[in-house]
């Protein structure tokens, strides 16, 4: 392994034999570093945490530090990331809390832009992109190729679904369906992210069904139960239409509206 001399790990780190650690880096009690991940100069990685493989750690970021929760009393929580990750200039992530279920969890494949925070208890799937400055409250969960744009801001407790995007400078204040741009101070659904769904292999018949849905779901002028009760009978066996109303049906906050 190449670790700089003025870098500080804890005996009780556990570092690959092919990761780097750069200049002036800290890593902590409890943290394992995956095979070739890079841990790029000023930054810090505290324990419990699990770094997996192939991760990129740029300068001044910070990953696994205590929870922002006033409620915190160092109880021993939890951050677990994936492979192949990005981590940007001045990126924080935060462990769990005892309140959720103790542990913060990135997936695979993820790019996070500079200054952008992760809090406690998130549940990222893999392939999101958050850009610069992007914010997400404790307890949130993002799915799979979510794109979250520059200085958005994402209440505690709401969900983002698959392969939705939400424009830059927005405040999400409730459930984000898969499949959808949302975008406003306190975001609005505007379409479905076609762009998105092409370039992930959805084909013409699949994003001819969702167009459907969303139709009869926001502009049909029926009320939404009724709504979801109507495309559950007229696309029966579609996955990605099921997919949509299983999200909506277990929304506890609510869900954006067009």
Do not use: W
Not at 109 to 116: H, I, K, P
Not at 151 to 175: E, N, P, T, Y
Not at 243 to 254: D, K
């Amino acid at each position: 392994m190449t670790i700089h001399s003025t870098a500080i790990v804890d005996p009780g780190a556990t570092v690959a034999a092919d990761a780097e650690i750069g200049p002036y880096v800290v890593i902590g009690d409890g943290v394992s570093i995956g095979s070739g991940t890079r841990v790029q100069h000023h930054s810090s990685i505290l324990g419990p945490a699990v770094i997996g493989r192939d991760n990129q750690v740029y300068p001044f970021s910070s990953l696994g530090t205590a929870p922002q929760d006033i409620g915190y009393r160092n109880e021993p929580t939890r951050l677990e990331i994936g492979d192949r990750n990005v981590f940007r200039e001045f990126v924080t992530v935060n462990r769990g809390t005892i309140k959720g279920e103790g542990l913060t969890r990135i997936g695979n494949d993820c790019y996070f832009m500079s200054y952008s925070h992760v809090a406690h208890d998130c549940d990222l799937g893999n392939s999101i992109i958050m850009a610069n400055s992007a914010a997400l409250g404790g307890h949130i969960s993002i799915g799979d190729n979510a794109i979250l744009g520059g200085l958005v801001a994402v209440h505690q407790f709401a969900r983002i679904g698959r392969l939705s995007m939400i424009g830059g400078v927005s405040g999400v204040a409730k459930d984000v369906p898969p499949f959808m741009i949302a975008s406003g101070e306190r975001a609005r659904l505007y379409s479905l992210n076609l762009v998105g769904l092409k370039r992930n292999g959805f084909s013409p018949e699949q994003i001819g069904k969702l167009k459907k849905t969303y139709r009869l779901l926001f502009r049909s002028g029926l009320i939404l139960k009724d709504a979801v009760d109507r495309v559950a009978e007229e696309f029966a066996g579609a996955a990605e239409v099921e997919e949509l109303l299983e999200f909506i049906r277990a929304s506890s906050r609510g869900i954006c509206r067009p």
